[in-house]
């Protein structure tokens, strides 16, 4: 794994100039471009607020719905967007793979690159949404960074192995949309971590994101710090998962070239 880091660093020049075009090609014949990433979240929130807020009159701990739904909007959609364009970076790549050789891995991690972009553009709305509901902005601020780093691991672990499976197995491309809108309410982005009952809340918080999104609020919309024992259980589950993601994406790239 030491050599795989040392190999992508050599192409890191690669790795950037793929998430540069990456971002290039993602909004080129949009009309709204770059808008779109603050448009999703937002139109999301807005859909949520009026079904779930204001007609099914969800709990949202005392929150105004709008900002309760775009903390954990914010997070998700990075990771579903990093996910359903990192799957396919591969095959989508497949002119690239069969002729030049370079780490295979740099396709997926330029998606996951892109999409972050995404997040700081759709995150500097949340920033004047706090300024507008006069939410405080305490020292556990700090805690957005380590919550980030997670999420980034998780997401890159789930990415990788996404994006060789459907290398190998074609009609994935089709499974993992339908997995990630389970995957969303497997996750508190509707409802509360309270809403969980208390038997089933050690299993449910396995989930590195429902770990991410409730702490993420924590932190921002409620100025606390974050549950210690969560992000642990998050942080290592997202390292561990990471290496041996990565280590199955390097093991199955040999073929890719082939089965392309």
Do not use: H
């Not at 139109?43 to 607020?49: A, K, N, P, T, V």
């Not at 759709?122 to 706090?130: P, V």
């Not at 449910?204 to 924590?218: C, D, G, H, K, T």
């Amino acid at each position: 794994m030491i050599n795989c880091f040392k190999e992508l660093y050599k192409f890191r020049e690669l790795l950037i100039a793929l998430t540069k075009r990456e971002i290039k090609v993602r909004y080129k014949q949009t009309t709204l471009g770059a808008a779109w990433a603050i448009l999703q979240p937002f139109s999301l929130m807005l859909i949520f607020s009026l079904v779930f807020g204001v007609f099914l009159g969800l709990e949202s701990q005392e929150l105004p719905y709008p900002i309760f739904y775009y903390s954990a909007l914010l997070t998700w959609l990075f990771f579903s967007t990093s996910i359903s364009f990192g799957s396919q970076a591969v095959i989508n790549n497949s002119n690239l793979v069969s002729k030049i050789y370079f780490p295979r891995e740099v396709l997926p991690f330029a998606s996951v690159g892109a999409a972050i972009l995404d997040f700081a553009v759709a995150g500097l709305i949340f920033i004047l949404m706090m300024l507008f509901y006069k939410l405080p902005f305490s020292p556990n601020l700090i805690f957005i960074l380590p919550i980030c780093a997670i999420l980034i691991f998780f997401t890159l672990s789930v990415v990788l192995f996404t994006s060789a499976l459907v290398v190998i197995w074609r009609d994935l491309k089709f499974v993992v949309p339908l997995i990630i809108q389970i995957w969303m309410f497997a996750s508190p982005i509707i409802y509360p971590v309270s809403k969980v009952p208390q038997n089933l809340r050690f299993l449910y918080m396995l989930n590195p994101m429902a770990v991410i999104i409730e702490n993420f609020r924590r932190v921002t919309l409620f100025a606390k710090p974050p549950v210690l024992s969560e992000i642990l259980i998050a942080f290592f589950v997202s390292i561990i998962l990471f290496f041996i993601s990565y280590k199955f994406f390097k093991i199955k790239e040999r073929s890719f070239a082939d089965i392309i």
